[in-house]
């Protein structure tokens, strides 16, 4: 059995950037990267809205902002590098109410702290950036930018696999075990056991994250919640409506940013996500239902605590969910020219949200460790934007485990 110096679990943008960085750090070790399905980014990093963050939300001193910044500036050398779309748009967050521009008062200041730049519009200068976009005030951030994730994780896969790393797609890993000197990953692929050994795994498991630390017994005390965002595409004559990404300013008591209206690197424009809760971990259908996941969350405390926490909010969102108007007076808020006929299908994605015992959510990146196991348990948003960052701070972490070896 061949023995590699790292495995890594997780074909999304997450687990392929560590890849390729642990390669270009040590380009004579033998690295694997395990990803289920037949293809990358088939799940967060390939249903998201493909938007680089600034960074304006996330708290001073947190990952998210240092990743952030930090990651917004390695994925557009990226994307320059090799010759990806890169749309440097910029994003107006828009104020509909008193209390929504007190909040934009507080994003300011933590967009002061944390290095972001940021304009303040009247409502007549935001009539004027955006003609089609009503508003009592608004924050225009020039430095949010879109691209496709997709493309920018099969590119980075590539140059993995270039510098000489090992991609294995289809691997499903079922079981962890880990020994004194190595962790062996044992796997489904075509309907068939493969197992393979090495010296120290990394977990970029998303929605599975909890799942794939519990296989080797570390005590968790969370449990990833699938929250469902959906979303709908405009009819190609709305494609000029907006000349920049447009948000609501978002609600600090929930890590979900509100339903927006995204220009997306083809060219088209999306509405959304909303955030429902998920009965299935991957579930994109329209009517989706795995009783393992439903097992595994109402068998959860925290899932209990946060249903009664949030209640209000998560009755508001299933009813929007179900009745396309009021998923549609959401958007009419700042943008009333926007009709039911305005909203077609579009894909789903699914959020990995890791939610506590006592039915918090984890706001931040959270990981777990064994002495031959790193675990991201939790990467919200901007993972993607961050990803470069992150697969860094990993790289830093898992370093130093295998210099006693």
């Known amino acids: 059995m061949i023995t590699y110096d790292y495995i890594i679990i997780g074909g999304g943008i997450v687990g392929i950037s560590t890849a390729w960085q642990l ?41 998210k902002a240092r990743f952030c910044k930090a990651g917004a500036a390695a994925t557009e050398a990226f994307c320059a590098e090799h010759n990806l779309p890169f749309d440097r748009c910029g994003k107006v967050l828009v104020a509909t109410s008193d209390a929504e521009l007190r909040r934009m008062k507080g994003l300011i200041e933590r967009c002061r702290i944390n ?9 007549s200068q935001l009539e004027k950036s955006e003609p089609n976009i009503e508003g009592l005030g608004a924050l225009l951030v020039p430095g949010t930018a879109i691209v496709d994730y997709r493309k920018v994780a099969s590119t980075m896969a590539d140059c993995f696999v270039r510098l000489g790393g090992e991609a294995r797609l289809g691997h499903e890993v079922v079981a962890l075990e880990e020994s004194a000197e190595a962790v062996t ?6 309907g068939k ?24 017994g570390i005590p968790i005390d969370f449990r990833i919640i699938p929250f469902r965002g959906e979303y709908y595409r405009l009819p190609p004559k709305h494609n000029k409506i907006v000349n920049h990404l447009i948000y609501p300013v978002p609600d600090p008591d929930l890590p979900f940013l509100g339903v927006h209206l995204t220009r997306m690197i083809d060219g088209s424009v999306t509405v959304g996500p909303n955030a429902v809760l998920g009965w299935k971990r991957e579930g994109y259908d329209r009517l989706n239902l795995s009783l393992l996941d439903t097992w595994e969350m109402v068998t959860f405390a925290g899932f209990w605590r946060l249903l009664q926490e949030q209640l209000v909010t998560g009755l ?11 998923y549609l007076k959401l958007v009419q ?15 789903p994605g699914i959020r990995a949200q890791a939610v506590m ?11 777990a460790e064994t002495p031959r196991t790193l675990h991201v348990c939790n990467a919200p948003s901007p993972a993607a934007t961050a990803a470069i960052p992150i697969g860094s701070h990993i790289c830093d972490r898992v370093t130093d485990h295998l210099k006693g070896d």
């Open 23 to 63: 390669q270009q750090r040590f380009p004579k070790l033998k690295i694997l990267l395990l990803e289920k399905e037949e293809a990358f980014s088939m799940h967060q990093t390939g249903h998201n809205s493909g938007v680089v963050h600034a960074g304006v939300y996330y708290a001073p001193g947190s990952l």
């Open 115 to 123: 290095g972001i730049d940021v304009e303040e519009l009247t409502r």
């Open 185 to 190: 990953a044992i796997a489904r692929h075509r």
């Open 193 to 216: 056991t493969v197992t393979v050994r090495g010296r120290f795994l990394i977990a970029c498991s998303g929605l599975m994250a909890d799942r794939t630390a519990r296989m080797l």
């Open 316 to 326: 508001i969102e299933t009813k929007n969910s179900l009745w396309k108007p009021g």
């Open 333 to 347: 808020k700042y943008c009333p020219q926007l009709q039911l006929s305005d909203l077609l299908p579009y894909p």
């Open 357 to 367: 015992e006592d039915g918090s959510l984890v706001h931040d990146f959270l990981f």
